[in-house]
């Protein structure tokens, strides 16, 4: 279905002639949008931070999990329990050390793994993959594969079900933006791969519409000797991305996709400079994105729109929840006190709301939505 939004942009009061720079004095802006930053939208100037509210009860409150608090984990993903989910994306994090004793299979959609903390090989019906931490590696749906850590793995695990992850449209940037295709690594038929296969027994766990069936081979399914085709895993690490930037213009969250599945994207924040424009915004601006839910993973650094979150944890914003920087945050950001960011989070933007499980709630942190209260 086509959309033909209304539009006819109109001007009132006091406004910038500029979303996100030039403010007037005074005043707090906050971006009503539809489509998250894709579609339509109206930038709002307030007497007051959005986010000082003295108390925040209800279903809209925003959430912050703790993944660092979680017990040791399964040599199986499908073991463990979801974090986050909906009928199109189920979030884990998997905390593994062990080698994996069965080889899995989705068929529920293609998976997505990010290497929080960690390394070790992959092996899957492609052949053998080394990982570090920082990497995210896309296992098409029904690819075969086990890991085998060499040191103790985090590994945020989001499932695109019934669906399938692609690149976005890089539209005037062109395609080598961000990154360059040709860096995504594949995996190999290597001696590695060649050497474990063989003749002992394995067993194939496979996942469809959540049930689990095993297959029981007298031989190591993993036995490919070449294949052509382009159905195959990737591996991208974060230090491989070259974010858009603007040293006038604050850009919204979208620009920083990563990956594309079916109602829902993957963003990446990496590393970059601040704006130096006297008039930009240093932060992120207010707003409610009132189409999708909003989940951030905290990987590594200092966090400059957050206060109090730590690497490992996980915030859930839901669908019309008014945020921005936290106070500290956005006076930092108005004394332009740094000059360049030092964070890499994962993000994921859903356009069906999520559900929180009981595994969420046992690790919130349930002061999180307070962390804005008393902003002037």
């Known amino acids: 279905m086509s959309k ?14 500029q979303a996100h ?14 489509e998250g930053f894709f579609g339509p939208a109206t930038h709002m100037y307030h007497a007051h931070m959005p986010t000082a509210w003295t108390s925040f009860e209800g279903p809209l409150r925003p959430h912050a999990y703790d993944t660092n608090r979680l017990g040791e984990g ?23 050390e062990r080698p994996m004793g069965e080889l899995v299979r989705n068929i529920d959609g293609d998976d997505l793994l990010f290497i929080h903390a960690g390394s070790g090989s992959l092996h899957c019906d492609f052949g ?30 989001i499932e695109a079900t019934d669906s399938a992850y692609r690149l976005p449209d890089r539209g005037m940037l062109g395609e080598h ?47 490919a000797q070449g294949w052509k085709g382009n159905c195959v895993p990737v591996r991208l690490n974060w230090r491989d991305i070259r974010p858009i930037v603007s040293h006038r213009y604050h850009l919204p969250p979208s620009v920083h996709t990563t990956f594309v599945a079916d109602k829902f994207v993957v963003c990446t924040f990496v590393p970059r400079p601040i704006e130096s424009d006297p008039g930009a915004l240093k932060v992120p601006f207010f707003h409610s994105n009132d189409d ?10 200092n966090f400059f729109s957050r206060d109090n979150i730590k690497p490992g944890m996980i915030t859930f914003h839901p669908a019309g929840f008014p945020h921005g920087p936290h106070p500290k945050a956005f006076a930092a950001g108005a004394k332009s ?26 690790i919130e942190d349930v002061s999180y939505a307070d962390s804005w209260r008393g902003a002037k």
Request: charge should be negative; glycine fraction near 4%; hydrophobic fraction near 35%.
């Open 4 to 17: 033909n939004w209304i539009s006819f942009p109109r001007v009132e009061g006091r406004a910038s002639r």
């Open 21 to 34: 720079a030039d403010l007037p004095e005074g005043t707090y802006e906050r971006e009503i949008g539809r």
């Open 74 to 96: 399964a040599t199986s993903p499908f073991s463990v329990e979801p974090l986050l989910a909906n009928s199109n994306t189920r979030l884990k994090l998997w905390h593994v």
């Open 128 to 157: 053998h993959m080394t990982f570090r931490d920082g990497d995210y590696i896309v296992l098409p749906r029904g690819t075969m594969w086990r890991i085998e850590p060499s040191s103790r793995c985090s590994i945020l695990l």
């Open 177 to 223: 933006a961000q990154f360059d295709p040709a860096i995504l690594e594949t995996p190999h038929i290597d001696d590695a791969f060649l050497k474990q296969q063989g003749e002992r027994p394995w067993k194939v766990l496979v996942k469809r519409r959540g049930q689990v069936s095993t297959i029981s081979y007298p031989f190591n399914p993993l036995d």
């Open 292 to 301: 999708f839910d909003e989940v951030i993973f905290y990987h590594a650094g």
């Open 337 to 362: 006190e740094r000059k360049e960011t030092d964070e890499v989070a994962v993000m994921i933007d859903t356009r069906l709301p999520l559900d929180a499980t009981r595994l969420a709630e046992s």
